[in-house]
Structures are given as structure tokens and as C-alpha cells.
């Protein structure tokens, strides 16, 4: 059912920076109810860093708040993996202190870049095991 929804309402968008398009059902209109708290609940784990946009994204470790403050205008449009050594699974220090206030540079590299995770994915953050669950999302509200 998640990919008729993702097909029908949000093809380009994520679940968290949808809206709620035309004719919606009823069923979608009472799923978008919980947006917010998934927004808040969830999280990016990086892998090679191509899904994720630098800014709008909650992808770094940070409880409080984990996205990019800085507002340098060339992460505009920038993807996680822009950040990294180019074909390397590295951060790229030198373009980190060019871009990124000290709060989010010191963030970023306390992200553990993995070579044998490839693939970006979301990740529920109020669970140790990175899975959803209902009481967690009591605990949230």
C-alpha cells in the first residue's frame, strides 16, 4: 500500500515534504495527519549520501536539531553526497570548513561513513533498532 500512496500522492516528493494534492481519500487525508510526527521522528542514516538534500532534511545527529543551520548559497540544490571526496566514501574536510558554520561541519563529521552501507535510508531515531513503533510515537507526542 505504501508505494500505491507514494504513486498516487507524493512520486517526486518524501513522505515528510508532501502535501495534500488534489482529490485526496480519506485514508490519505488521515495518514498526512501524522506527518509532523514522523517528521519529527525520523532521520536520514547516510549511506552514499545521493537521496539525501543538505538542507530541509533531518540527517545529522543531533536530537534537537538535526538539520543544517548554515545558509550558504551554493547547498541550495546540494545533495549529502556532494559533501564527500570525489569516488570516496570520505568527507571532504577542506569543502566542509568552506560551507558550514562550526556547529553543523562538527556534526557532519561525527557522521561514520560506512562502505558497506550504499544506500541512504530513513531511519526511525527514537528507537535504538531504527524501527517505528507506536509506543515510541506515544512517547514522542
Sequence with gaps: MSR???ARYYPIDTFTSTTLGSNPSYVWRSILEAQKLVA???RWNVGNGNSI???????????TNP???SNNPSLMNA???NLMKQGRLEWDEENLNDLFEP???ALILQITLDPSITRD???WSRELSGVYTVKSAYRLM
Design 4 to 6: 500505491v500512496f507514494k
Design 40 to 42: 519529527n521522528g525520523v
Design 53 to 63: 538534500s543538505v538542507l530541509g532534511e533531518a540527517w545529522l545527529p543531533d536530537e
Design 67 to 69: 538539520r543544517i543551520m
Design 79 to 81: 545533495k549529502v553526497t
Design 103 to 105: 556547529r553543523d561541519r
Design 121 to 123: 535510508c530513513l531511519v
